[in-house]
């Protein structure tokens, strides 16, 4: 027994130190000094990120490591932030990704599976034929989340982000398994906290690192594998179960009925007219996993982007009404259910800037963390070995006026208007739905969203925030999440 951890210990410490040798060969970037072991950078990185990110940056230049939670990581800036997502054979967004989450473990019946695909196939290329759907179930969720009686006056809601996971949850549901009404509420709630229920291993702070890098996730694997804690489990026994009912009463039917079976038009169908699904042989548990990753990417995304527009107007009034009447203009086409053509989303020009720059200041100052899969060289020489962690530096896009204009901070709504750059299209100055071969597939899909439920808001509701001045993004390190202040909404009389 001895003889195997010495033998174990030997040749974990031969690896690391062989890979140190192969390493310093390497012309890495500048790691950034710091006088306490083992912090490092961690305190300054938490607690007053962009003041030293800004001061490392004029200090070492465009790209520099840095050294939290027991990791060397590397900022990359926005000379270079280019190559992190055109690169896709040296860096990799979900290898990163994996490496502090243990998602294969949750979602261990997913088996190979290309998002982009699906999506491109069943999703994207239908926006218009989902149109009307997204509108009327975004509608009623708003009107039952946001529930104002008539007589009740102004109300105020704490926290919209979690009401948008709900809001967000019911179209998406929707178009992805189908309008039945049977077990919606829970099916609706799964949609929503499923995301945040499983991120909550990754609010945990990763203080297992300090030991080793990686130990935390180690942990997480182990209280997951183990069976001691899986957020996901639950919400995996409801799809589950909802997506088994429905497969089966649908092959049923189509036995049943043949041709004149009118088939349900949404994602699951579209999943089950592919080659690779086998009637037979249906495994519901795939079928659920593949639906998570998609709910894992495009709900509380979508709900963040919600939250802040909503919060970024509610806390710029000055705006309100010219958003309202380029808005009072469009729903002219609506029809007399209040559903606007598709093309309407074309002529909400000043929405969609406004969307865009609130999108544009999300507030994070890195992002789109990717993993080193081969070592590779920047133009200037700088490499950076293969495993690094390195992120884009996004404030660092977002304060430069050659790729900004002018005051490149300041929120200006309607910046976007007739400049060719609509909320949806990802450009080296723009980054929140990344970019290269990766960028976001669904970035069309929530765009759509996130402009009708503005657009319905505007219409029919007065909003401010509650303390009427203009509510910031709250930050914790480097990352941004919507305002959790109160917004006092109520009907507009009419
Ligand atoms: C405002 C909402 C959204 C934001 C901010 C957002 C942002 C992102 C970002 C930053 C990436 C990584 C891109 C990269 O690696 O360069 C991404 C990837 C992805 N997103 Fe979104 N997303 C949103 C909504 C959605 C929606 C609604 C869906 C699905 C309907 C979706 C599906 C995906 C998928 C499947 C990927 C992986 C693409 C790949 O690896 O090739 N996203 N998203």
């Known amino acids: 027994m001895y003889q195997v951890i010495i033998l174990g210990t030997i040749l974990l410490v031969s690896l690391y130190v062989s890979k140190r040798i192969h390493n310093q060969k390497l012309n890495m970037p500048p790691l950034v000094r710091y006088k306490i072991p083992i912090i490092g950078h961690t305190y300054s990185y938490l607690f007053n990120c962009e003041e030293f990110l800004k001061q490392c940056k004029k200090e070492y230049g465009d790209i520099f490591s840095i050294y939290v939670w027991g990791h060397v990581r590397t900022i990359v800036g926005k000379e270079y ?8 054979d040296a860096f990799n967004f979900s290898v990163a990704f994996n490496k502090k989450f243990p998602g294969d473990l949750l979602l261990k019946n997913l088996g190979p599976f290309d998002p982009t695909r699906l999506l491109k196939d069943h999703i994207t290329c239908k926006l218009d034929l989902y149109s009307e759907r997204m509108q009327k179930s975004l509608y009623s969720a708003t009107q039952k989340y946001i529930d104002i009686g008539d007589h009740d006056g102004p109300k105020v809601f704490n926290n919209m982000y979690h009401l948008m996971t709900r809001i967000i949850s019911t179209p998406i549901a929707n178009i992805f398994i189908g309008e039945e009404e049977s077990q919606y509420e829970e099916v609706i709630k799964t949609f929503s906290e499923f995301t945040s229920d499983s991120a909550a291993l990754l609010k945990v702070p990763p203080i297992l ?7 935390q996730n180690y942990f997480n694997r182990i209280l997951v594998k183990s069976g001691l804690y899986n957020p996901a489990t639950k919400h995996q026994d409801i799809l589950t179960k909802h997506i088994k009912n429905q497969v089966c009463k649908r092959l049923e039917e189509k036995k049943k009925y043949g041709d004149s079976w009118k088939r349900p038009n949404d994602f699951l169908q579209d999943i089950m007219e592919r080659d690779d699904f086998d009637p037979i042989n249906v495994s519901y548990l795939s079928l659920a996993d593949r639906m998570f990753a998609l709910i ?83 133009s200037n020489g700088l490499q ?56 976001c597939p669904g970035r069309y899909f929530a765009i759509n969203e996130i402009k009708f439920f503005m657009h319905n808001m505007i219409l029919n509701y007065n909003f401010r925030t509650e303390s009427g001045k203009v509510e910031k993004r709250k930050m914790i390190g480097p990352a941004a999440l919507p305002s959790t202040s109160g917004i006092i909404i109520e009907k507009k009389v009419k």
């Open 209 to 215: 690192d300090f030991i080793y890098p990686g130990l």
């Open 296 to 378: 894992f990417a495009s709900i509380h995304t979508t709900a963040g982007g919600c939250a802040n527009a909503f919060m970024d107007l509610a806390s710029r009034p000055q705006y309100m009404q010219e958003l309202y009447e380029e808005q009072l203009e469009v729903h002219k086409e609506a029809d007399e259910n209040g559903v606007l053509p598709f093309e309407a989303l074309n002529k909400m020009k000043k929405l969609d800037s406004f969307v865009r720059e609130s999108l544009r200041l999300v507030g994070h100052l890195t992002s789109l963390e990717h993993a080193v899969i081969k070592n590779y060289t920047f």
């Open 81 to 88: 932030a280019q190559d992190i997502l055109s690169r896709d």
């Open 384 to 439: 950076v070995p293969k495993d690094r962690v390195v992120y884009v530096y996004a404030d660092d896009v977002y304060q430069d006026e050659s790729l900004q204009g002018p005051n490149p901070k300041s929120f200006e709504p309607f910046r976007h208007v007739d400049k060719n750059t609509v909320a949806s299209k990802i450009s080296k100055n723009y980054l929140p739905f990344g970019g290269g071969r990766h960028a």
